[in-house]
């Protein structure tokens, strides 16, 4: 079943902060998230696991609540190069990552 | 270091045809999985492949089969194709798990007329 993301969409100015939520009706075994520009390939940004551990490489912080079954990305101090569509993908344990339906970010001089 | 390679870029087919896409997944990984994205949706998992088997599939009709070779290549083959298949075929490579993420190809465009 496919993760449900809000907001739809968000403008925003340089240097504001976003949050993008992402909530799954089953349990989770991970979160990823990843960044999607016009006419390109989605981009890893992180991954959550169960348990705690975070892996990524991007100055984008995530939290995950695995009792809740909610993630948040969090983008500090926003740059223009945030600008796209951001997808949160979910998997439980079951090989099958799910995305939502997106979160388009339009980041603004 | 090459990231995932597919092929066609773009494809034209008609309807009731056949189509194959290609899949190289990034070197060192293992697994590949195949997604649909329609214009402004996200990624609709088909099916993933590790060692060479179907390992987990989504709400995809039989149309749709793949194969992975034993050089982690895969295919995504669409029998009896329909308007509806129209869209963006994204292949994901990972290592065994996805602990570390998934590397996305930029995709096939397949237009069905």
């Known amino acids: 079943q496919q993760p449900v993301q809000s907001p739809q969409a968000v403008i925003l100015r340089e240097g504001e902060d976003a949050v993008i939520n992402c909530s799954s009706s089953?349990?989770?075994?991970?979160v990823h998230w990843y960044r999607q520009k016009h006419g390109e390939a989605p981009v890893f940004l992180m991954i959550?696991?169960?348990?705690?551990e975070q892996k990524g490489h991007e100055k984008i912080s995530a939290s995950f609540n695995e009792k809740k079954q909610q993630s948040s990305l969090y983008l500090t101090a926003s740059q223009l190069s945030y600008s796209g569509t951001y997808f949160c993908?979910?998997?439980?344990?079951?090989?099958?990552?799910?995305f939502g339906a997106g979160t388009t970010v339009t980041v603004r001089a | 270091d090459a990231g995932v390679t597919q092929s066609p870029t773009h494809l034209i087919k008609t309807r009731g045809q056949q189509v194959t896409l290609r899949c190289s997944p990034k070197?060192?990984?293992?697994?590949v999985s195949w997604y649909q994205q329609a214009l402004g949706q996200g990624p609709q998992f088909i099916f993933q492949?590790?060692?060479?088997?179907?390992?987990q599939r989504g709400n995809f009709p039989d149309r749709f089969s793949g194969h992975q070779y034993p050089n982690y290549s895969s295919e995504l083959n669409v029998n009896a194709l329909l308007l509806g298949d129209s869209a963006l075929y994204l292949c994901?490579?990972?290592?065994?798990?996805?602990?570390?993420?998934?590397?996305f190809g930029s995709g096939t465009r397949l237009t069905v007329v």
């Open positions: 089953k349990a989770l075994y991970s």
């Open positions: 994901a490579s990972s290592l065994v798990g996805g602990d570390y993420g998934y590397t």
């Open positions: 959550l696991l169960k348990g705690g």
């Open positions: 492949y590790y060692e060479e088997e179907e390992r």
């Open positions: 993908g979910t998997e439980g344990g079951d090989y099958k990552l799910s």
């Open positions: 070197s060192g990984h293992d697994t």
